[in-house]
């Protein structure tokens, strides 16, 4: 089992910043990816981002050049910097650790508000 503990969400207006860090614990060892997804009113869950135990990134091309992955491997937590925040960025921010050992694990999700 991996438990997922999000933090950081919250209001901010247009143009603003957040932070949000997801904290990894369990059945962790082992190469694996950690991403963050969000999911709006009446929408889909999609992938924002995600990275890899060696680093590799990925994001959602409409978060690119404003929203930065990374992650600490030894405090095991995974960060999502979102900058230059618009209202369409407003959903639930879920994390997620896949790994082939362990599986696929869902963190319970951190509200995102952005106003205009």
């Known amino acids: 089992q991996v438990q997922l503990v999000e933090s950081g969400g919250g209001l901010v207006q247009a143009g603003g910043s957040l932070r949000l860090s997801c904290a990894a614990s369990?059945?962790?060892?082992?190469?694996?990816?950690m991403g963050w997804y969000r999911q709006a009113p009446g929408k889909q869950r999609e992938l924002v981002a995600a990275?890899?135990?060696?680093?590799?990134?990925m994001y959602k091309d409409s978060v690119k050049g404003r929203f930065t992955i990374s992650r600490d491997n030894v405090k095991n937590t995974a960060y999502l910097q979102m900058s230059r925040m618009k209202p369409e960025d407003t959903a639930v921010y879920y994390c997620?650790?896949?790994?082939?050992?362990?599986?696929?694990?869902w963190g319970r999700g951190t509200q995102v508000t952005v106003s205009s």
């Open positions: 990275i890899s135990t060696s680093g590799y990134t």
């Open positions: 369990g059945s962790i060892a082992g190469t694996n990816t």
């Open positions: 997620k650790f896949t790994s082939l050992n362990s599986g696929d694990f």
